[in-house]
């Protein structure tokens, strides 16, 4: 009898072992099979209310609705773009994204260390095999900004201030420019480059100086420098127009609208094929007005019709049509 009670409990034994086994094993293949992302966040990092916080929103909309599990680094943790590439490629990432132009020497310089491994590069275009690159037709958004700046304009002069001299964001600023000038030829438009994006009382002090022009309405693409354009313009009861995402809420005053670039919208469209077709498109994804890759947040604090509205539609159509140049 003892000897048949200790083989029963020696079987309960067994059973519970084996069920907490394929309960284990289950629980490690699930994870397993949930895609991790780690990204490299541009160089202001979390908080700038523009580029870096758009894209966190895109990778937080993954997780949620695709099952990602995602990981990111920031430039004051790092210290270099590089380390952070090399430590989220050695936390085992599925895909590590650099996020901004100024991350593509050192993404380039790793994805060849790492043939193998997925790189997505966000603002700027890769030749690598390895890199899928994810791009933008920022002059198509600028230019709206441009035309509802000359709608808002009374003394037809009007700035823009860009965080660094660089390709990039010369297609913001010809973008602004050419939408101005559709609708009001002789306006003028003050363009500077400010040399940094994270110094938003450098980004007062030169919205300061546009003010004291008589600039009435202010462009930034100049990441948080931009920011202290948008609170100046509020200080000195003149408008402004942000950039990337919803800057609204930085100046209320002030803030017309927004050039929103669609990080967030991009990303999660790019992860979405590699959930579901576990590969990367190749080679560049580029995304305008018609890709709802850029756009214009809502209009406030000004009075806006009905006309207006139509008439920026009309230049929007224009531009999905073709019939517009924006560069």
């Not at 200790?6 to 994870?31: D, F, N, Q």
């Not at 576990?278 to 580029?286: F, H, I």
Request: charged share 25%; glycine share 10%; hydrophobic share 40%.
């Amino acid at each position: 009898m003892k000897q048949q009670r200790r083989i029963w409990h020696l079987v309960i034994a067994l059973l519970v072992i084996l069920m907490m086994t394929g309960c284990s094993t289950k629980e490690t293949v699930t994870k397993k099979d949930r895609i991790k992302v780690g990204i490299m966040l541009s160089d202001v990092g979390l908080g700038d209310q523009s580029f870096s916080d758009s894209a966190f929103r895109g990778l937080m909309k993954a997780r949620d609705e695709l099952g990602i599990i995602f990981d990111y680094r920031e430039l004051k943790d790092t210290k270099t773009y590089e380390q952070g590439l090399k430590e989220l490629i050695k936390d085992g990432n599925d895909v590590v994204i650099g996020l901004g132009f100024m991350v593509q020497e050192d993404l380039e310089k790793v994805a060849k260390q790492y043939p193998k491994q997925r790189f997505i590069l966000v603002d700027s275009v890769s030749d690598l095999p390895n890199v899928t690159s994810i791009t933008f037709k920022e002059d198509e958004g600028s230019f709206l900004a441009g035309v509802v700046a000359a709608l808002v304009t009374k003394t037809n002069r009007l700035g823009f201030i860009g965080g660094a001299d660089v390709p990039l964001i010369r297609k913001f600023a010809a973008g602004f420019e050419k939408g101005v000038h559709a609708v009001k030829p002789s306006a003028s438009v003050h363009i500077v480059y400010a040399g940094d994006f994270g110094n938003d009382r450098l980004g007062a002090q030169i919205a300061r100086e546009m003010f004291d022009q008589k600039s009435d309405v202010v462009y930034t693409a100049a990441g948080f420098t931009g920011v202290g354009a948008l609170r100046e313009a509020e200080a000195r009861g003149v408008y402004a127009i942000g950039v990337d995402s919803d800057q609204y809420f930085y100046a209320e005053k002030a803030v017309v609208t927004s050039m929103v670039k669609n990080v967030d919208v991009a990303l999660f469209r790019v992860l979405k094929q590699y959930v579901e077709k576990g590969e990367l498109p190749t080679g560049t994804v580029q995304l305008g007005l018609a890709e709802n890759g850029v756009g214009l947040a809502p209009i406030r604090v000004i009075p806006w019709d009905d006309q207006k509205q139509q008439l920026l539609e009309q230049w929007k159509q224009n531009i999905v049509d073709g019939k517009v140049a924006t560069k």
